[in-house]
């Protein structure tokens, strides 16, 4: 059986395509909820999926390993809110769990922003590990966190479809709390940010994405998303600098 993990928090605008898109592939689905506060509890419900109430405390990390503690199934896919599975990527998951070859798989992810799917770009190469066999591994880091699987993986080939940031203000939102999140764990492995980090990080990041990685063919959405990464970075170090100087 497959089990599907949904972490969920305040998600009423995602949630039902989410589950839609899912509808008929998973044995059991799994909503691990941060305690929300608008419809998205209800909306839960009238899909039959496992409801679990439990606070994030901006630990993702834990908040996954949760889900893989409640769910049932021999195989686990963990997807968010804001992701879709399309048709094809449902017939090859459902395939490829059936053989034994492998103990996870990586995926895929297309971001749609500015009204198109992004073909370039940092976004362009995200491949997240979130299809494993239960047992097999545990997610580990706060933030940006990474499902560390034992045993051989695979790569499933239709992407996992994002619709993250429908507004310039919920991108900007979303900037400023995994920056700080992002500069935490940064301390917490001991690195030390330098004025050359600060300064230099964000530029070198957006000439990467946007130039050698051809943002610029994804037009102005690709232009803001390079934009925007880059003052991720330079929030990050920037925030890191200031946890340090809280310890001096």
Same mark, same amino acid.
């Given at each position: 059986?497959?089990?599907?993990?949904?972490?969920?928090?305040?998600? /009423?605008?995602? +949630? @039902?395509?989410?589950?839609?898109?899912?509808?008929?592939?998973?044995?059991?689905?799994?909503?691990?909820?941060?305690?929300?506060?608008?419809? !998205?509890?209800?909306?839960?419900?009238?899909?039959? !999926?496992?409801?679990?109430?439990? $606070?994030?405390?901006?630990?993702?990390?834990?908040?996954?390993?949760?889900?893989?503690?409640?769910? /049932?199934?021999?195989?686990?896919?963990?997807?968010?809110?804001?992701?879709?599975?399309?048709?094809?990527?449902?017939?090859?998951?459902?395939?490829?769990?059936?053989? +034994?070859?492998?103990?996870?798989?990586?995926?895929?992810?297309?971001?749609?922003?500015?009204?198109?799917?992004?073909?370039?770009?940092?976004?362009?190469?995200?491949?997240? +590990?979130? &299809?494993?066999?239960?047992?097999?591994?545990?997610?580990?880091?706060?933030? %940006? /966190?990474?499902?560390?699987? =034992?045993? $051989? !993986?695979?790569?499933?080939?239709? @992407? &996992?479809?994002?619709?993250?940031?429908?507004?310039? !203000?919920?991108?900007?939102?979303?900037?400023?709390?995994?920056?700080?999140?992002?500069?935490?764990?940064?301390?917490?492995?001991?690195?030390? $940010? =330098?004025?050359?980090?600060?300064?230099?990080?964000?530029?070198?990041?957006?000439?990467?994405?946007?130039?050698?990685? &051809?943002?610029?063919?994804?037009?102005?959405?690709?232009?803001?998303?390079?934009?925007?990464?880059?003052? %991720?970075?330079?929030? =990050?170090?920037?925030? &890191?600098?200031?946890?340090?100087?809280?310890?001096?």
């Amino acid at each position: 059986m497959l089990s599907v993990v949904i972490l969920a928090k305040n998600e /009423e605008q995602n +949630l @039902p395509k989410c589950l839609e898109s899912i509808h008929g592939l998973a044995g059991e689905i799994i909503i691990i909820d941060d305690n929300s506060t608008d419809q !998205t509890l209800e909306i839960a419900r009238k899909y039959k !999926t496992k409801i679990f109430i439990h $606070p994030l405390n901006n630990d993702f990390a834990a908040q996954r390993n949760f889900g893989l503690e409640k769910a /049932e199934g021999d195989w686990i896919l963990f997807v968010d809110a804001d992701e879709r599975i399309s048709p094809e990527l449902k017939k090859e998951i459902e395939k490829l769990i059936k053989e +034994l070859k492998f103990n996870g798989f990586y995926l895929r992810r297309e971001d749609f922003f500015g009204g198109r799917f992004l073909k370039y770009g940092e976004t362009a190469n995200v491949r997240l +590990l979130r &299809l494993g066999r239960k047992g097999k591994g545990d997610w580990q880091r706060k933030v %940006h /966190e990474v499902w560390r699987i =034992s045993g $051989p !993986t695979g790569e499933l080939k239709n @992407p &996992l479809l994002h619709y993250p940031h429908p507004t310039i !203000t919920e991108f900007l939102k979303n900037i400023n709390r995994y920056s700080t999140l992002h500069a935490e764990a940064l301390k917490k492995d001991g690195v030390k $940010p =330098s004025l050359g980090q600060i300064i230099f990080y964000p530029l070198g990041k957006f000439i990467q994405n946007y130039f050698f990685k &051809l943002g610029f063919l994804d037009s102005t959405p690709g232009v803001v998303v390079a934009l925007m990464m880059s003052f %991720h970075s330079f929030l =990050s170090r920037a925030k &890191l600098f200031f946890l340090y100087q809280k310890d001096l």
